[in-house]
């Protein structure tokens, strides 16, 4: 009986110590997570869509010109 309540122990320790290491990680993901979003978030609030610079119109030829072919 002896010899089955120490493997008993040891599955149980074992089982433990991998619990806490899943837990880590997913306390960890969840983090990098978060930071992540307020990175992007951070980012959006900076350079709103609305401020950035329009790009240059470009010239249209007009109806009557030449067209030249190099």
């Known amino acids: ?3 089955k309540i120490q493997k ?3 599955k149980q320790c074992r089982r ?3 619990g806490r290491v899943v837990k ?7 983090l990098a997570g978060g930071a ?3 990175w ?5 609030q900076a350079n709103p869509d609305w401020l ?3 790009p240059a119109p470009t010239e249209v030829p007009e109806p ?4 030249t072919a190099v």
């Open 1 to 3: 009986p002896a010899d």
């Open 52 to 54: 950035v610079e329009p």
């Open 16 to 18: 433990s110590r991998a």
């Open 40 to 44: 992007k978030w951070w980012d959006k």
């Open 24 to 30: 880590v990680f997913a306390v960890a993901g969840v």
């Open 8 to 10: 008993l122990a040891r």
């Open 64 to 67: 009557g010109g030449r067209l």
């Open 36 to 38: 992540f979003a307020a």
